[in-house]
Nanobody, 124 residues
Framework: QLQLVESGGALVQPGGSLRLSCAAS????????IGWFRQAPGKEREGASW????????NYADSVKGRFTISRDNAKNTVYLQMNSLKPEDTAVYYC?????????????????WGQGTQVTVSS
């Protein structure tokens, strides 16, 4: 059973940067599409970005496009989310998730393995 652990969340000032990591264990990540999701208090979980098994295909939500970069290192069994130019509205718990049944996209029900989340707070 695949297990995912996120790390890298922190309190950061507006305009700052963070890099989140999603480390996998008990299985290899190259069998899965990986998505980064976030959930702010009182809001539904939303997708931020996904990356294909090979890493050659990826996409972003409009809200993060041009500021966030997703990447993966299958040799290290880890996926990253580089977040630049952070805004207060980026404040949320960030989750990575894995899907073996889709080739792309951020449909929450298609992702069957989830990490525990890491808190990102953007505030001055």
């Amino acid at each position: 059973q695949l297990q995912l652990v996120e790390s890298g969340g922190a309190l950061v000032q507006p305009g700052g940067s963070l890099r989140l990591s999603c480390a996998a264990s008990r299985s290899t990540l190259d069998n899965y599409v990986i998505g980064w999701f976030r959930q702010a208090p009182g809001k539904e979980r939303e997708g931020a970005s996904w990356i294909s098994r090979s890493g050659r295909l990826l996409n972003y939500a409009d809200s993060v496009k041009g500021r966030f970069t997703i990447s993966r290192d299958n040799a290290k069994n880890t996926v990253y989310l580089q977040m630049n130019s952070l805004k207060p509205e980026d404040t949320a718990v960030y989750y990575c998730a894995a899907s073996s049944v889709i080739n792309n996209g951020l449909a929450v029900p298609e992702y069957h393995y989830w990490g525990q989340g890491t808190q990102v707070t953007v505030s001055s």
